[in-house]
């Protein structure tokens, strides 16, 4: 009688540990169906937030919010036109270029790329014939937006032109009217001399060299977006023109002697910036 009462709990023991073997088993099964489902779902949201290059993706930030812009007016009445050189040029007007032959030096960057870069010129300055220079360039750079209407002011058309071409994914080509329009503001500020002093704006001109980081900023940024070799050749060269830019300044403000004009050689480097996109 014994031996039958062992059976019966041995083999009670034996159908619970059976149960508990089964549980468990199914348990792991979950577990692990869990475990490769979250996987899939990390998988899933990582290769969505990484662009094609394996790069994780953030938001691009638009022109605006690099803020190259540092003039908020310009007093013109007491102050004339200066012209480095004896060459008078105003920003878009497109330089006279001495040598014909070296303006075919950078074939690879001709033609659109350079009307943006005038184009952005062309918003910057304050020339009588700036707005037909504008309207000139505008098909051929961003014909997908249309003429500005009268309540628009210069400086929101130039920004809703960049917008457009960031938004036709041409960041590289926003990026060229970004730095005319810089670069053009420069010159404005430089062609504009005190009549008694002899000297453009100095406090505006130092705002404006600060803005140089944040074009930079811009610059780099089309730059990683770009695809077309020709224009991440013409924005490299934008690059290295903001340092020789910079690096004007500085010598010129280093080795002024008050005679002359203090910032010519700085006028002649910028002017000399379109040639580069030629």
């Known amino acids: 009688m014994s031996t039958e009462k062992n059976d019966k709990e041995a083999a009670k023991k034996h159908s619970r540990r059976k149960k508990i073997i089964i549980a468990a088993s199914i348990l792991a099964v979950l577990g692990v169906m869990f475990f490769f489902i979250r996987t899939g779902d990390n998988a899933d949201n990582l290769q969505t937030s990484l662009g094609r290059n394996g790069r994780r993706h953030h938001r691009q930030k638009t022109a605006r919010e690099y803020e190259v812009k540092f003039i908020d007016?310009?007093?013109?009445?007491?102050v004339r036109v200066h012209s480095a050189g004896g060459n008078r040029h105003w920003a878009g007007g497109g330089a006279p270029n001495p040598n014909t032959e070296a303006s075919n030096e950078h074939p690879a960057?001709?033609?659109?790329?350079n009307a943006a870069y005038r184009l952005g010129m062309a918003f910057a300055s304050l020339s009588d014939d700036a707005e037909a220079q504008r309207e000139k360039l505008l098909g051929m750079v961003v014909p997908s937006?249309?003429?500005?209407?009268?309540?628009?002011?210069?400086?929101?058309?130039?920004?809703d032109c960049v917008a457009q071409a960031e938004n036709d994914d041409e960041r590289g080509l926003a990026a060229l009217m970004m730095s005319g329009y810089y670069f053009g503001s420069l010159c404005t500020v430089l062609e504009y001399i005190d009549s008694e002093t002899q000297l453009p704006d100095e406090k505006t001109l130092?705002?404006?060299?600060?803005?140089m980081d944040n074009l930079k900023e811009y610059l780099n940024e089309a730059l990683t977006?770009?695809?077309?070799?020709?224009?991440?050749m013409a924005i490299q060269r934008l690059e290295a023109a903001a340092d020789s830019v910079k690096n004007a300044y500085y010598k010129c403000q280093a080795d002024y002697d008050e005679e002359g004009n203090k910032y010519d050689a700085?006028?002649?480097?910028?002017r000399g910036i379109e040639d580069v996109l030629k």
């Open 206 to 211: 130092a705002a404006g060299i600060k803005k």
């Open 225 to 232: 977006a770009e695809k077309e070799v020709k224009t991440t």
């Open 266 to 270: 700085l006028l002649s480097t910028i």
């Open 109 to 113: 960057v001709s033609g659109r790329l």
């Open 145 to 159: 937006i249309g003429k500005k209407a009268d309540t628009t002011s210069v400086e929101h058309f130039f920004y």
């Open 73 to 78: 007016s310009l007093d013109v009445k007491n």
